[in-house]
């Protein structure tokens, strides 16, 4: 083993290493999420939509987006864009003229403002001033561009200038779970670390009209939503020194399987006409509801937790759309209101991409802190995205979830 001299001592690597890394598993110290101010109901938006691309002579297709939103689960979304917004930009609605530069411009500038809405709710209610972060992840499918929305977020957050950032684009609905299982790395693998991770997304850049790629546009605008969710990620216990900071749920373990032969599911690309892509909601449901369980059973397994019962569980799934959670809840055999926050997510937010795992990871926090029977001790986050791929990690839930938070 080779060393190293340092003032007459000698430290192998392997010694260096341990001093390194964290003494204990990362947890979740803290959530925030937030949303654009402009809302529309999904009983008007079917309307609201054919109006906004002077689409109203489109009958049919009309009548097919009102069947699609009446069947989504959700009652309301969030949208950055406004029409006073797509009046000014009409190229937006015409596939054939350019506007991914116009797209990306705004989302520039808006992305980091929403990113940092959330991000300050995570911080306020963690405790700690936010010179303590050390790494910052921001995941995005809205923004391309460098320097980007984690350097622009990093300055109205007020980060010190060596946070360690990492920008995850194009990752789809599984963004936020992969985000949390790389901040799991990086908390677990450097002492003292505090990991800002901060998901952003703004329909904008997929905004069309109807004939544009149909049906799949029809499908994005009946449940995309656009919000931002945040996490503040540490590993080692320092209560003695800060005592505001409480774990609340501890992430054990972590894994991303691609489902082989699956491609042809779900797909995303940059074009000149903005963000576009391909989701077959025929095949996706079916994938997503006969490899779960296979993919949970294996990560339970590893753990010497393989006889824990679904049921004894607690759930934070990514709701991808209500067709998924119903299938999943089907093939998982799940006492009803397993799946309580990721259908509760879904009413209220819609399809917020890789954000939206956080917002229902945030619910099943609420409902634990609230909850007055016993909690589960036990439980799995899992998104889904491009690939067709499932990021599922294992939970082990604190006892200060049933120390409320202040409200923030």
């Known amino acids: 083993m080779k060393t190293m001299a340092s003032g007459g001592t000698h430290a192998t690597v392997l010694e260096i290493r341990r001093l390194q890394r964290a003494d204990g598993p990362a947890a979740v110290l803290a959530i925030g999420t937030a949303n654009p101010p402009h809302c529309v109901s999904q009983e008007e938006f079917p309307d609201y939509y054919f109006r906004l691309t002077k689409s109203e002579h489109l009958t049919d297709l009309k009548h097919e987006l009102r069947t699609l939103c009446q069947k989504s689960g959700t009652e309301k979304r969030f949208f950055h864009h406004t029409p006073e917004m797509l009046d000014a930009h009409p190229h937006f609605l015409d596939a054939g003229r350019p506007s991914l530069d116009d797209r990306l411009e ?77 901040a799991k790395d990086l908390a677990e693998n450097n002492r003292g670390a505090r990991v800002l991770v901060v998901c952003v997304e703004l329909t ?85 509801a006969r490899n779960v369980e296979q993919c949970l059973s294996a990560l339970l397994e590893q753990l010497g937790l393989g006889g824990v019962g679904w049921n004894d569980l607690f759930w934070a799934v990514h709701p991808g759309s209500r067709a998924i959670v119903d299938h999943i809840d089907a093939a998982l055999r799940l006492d009803p209101g397993k799946l309580a926050a990721s259908r509760t997510v879904m009413r209220e937010y819609g399809n917020m991409l890789g954000a939206t795992v956080i917002f229902v990871l945030d619910e099943q926090r609420r409902r634990m802190e609230e909850d007055d029977g016993e909690e589960g001790v036990w439980g799995v986050m899992m998104g889904f995205g491009t690939g067709f791929t499932i990021e599922a990690m294992v939970l082990h839930a604190t006892t200060n979830l049933k120390q409320k938070l202040p409200l923030v």
């Open 106 to 182: 705004i989302a520039a500038a808006a992305a980091p403002e929403l990113a940092a809405a959330a991000a300050a709710k995570a911080i306020a209610r963690w405790g700690r001033p936010a010179t303590d972060i050390t790494h910052l992840v921001l995941s995005t499918n809205s923004c391309a561009r460098a320097p980007g929305a984690d350097t622009r977020l990093a300055s109205l957050l007020g980060l010190r200038p060596t946070v360690a950032r990492t920008t995850l684009n194009l990752n789809g609905c599984a963004a936020g779970a992969g985000s949390l299982r790389l």
């Open 204 to 288: 904008l850049v997929a905004f069309r009209g109807p004939e544009h790629n149909y049906p799949q546009s029809l499908i994005s605008q009946a449940t995309f939503g656009d919000g931002a969710g945040a996490v503040i990620v540490g590993a080692d216990d320092t209560v003695e020194q800060y005592p505001t900071e409480r774990p609340l749920f501890e992430m054990v373990s972590a894994s991303q399987t691609l489902v082989p032969g699956t491609e042809h599911a779900i797909a995303m690309r940059l074009t000149e006409a903005g963000l576009d892509g391909h989701i077959s909601i025929r095949d996706l449901v079916p994938i997503a």
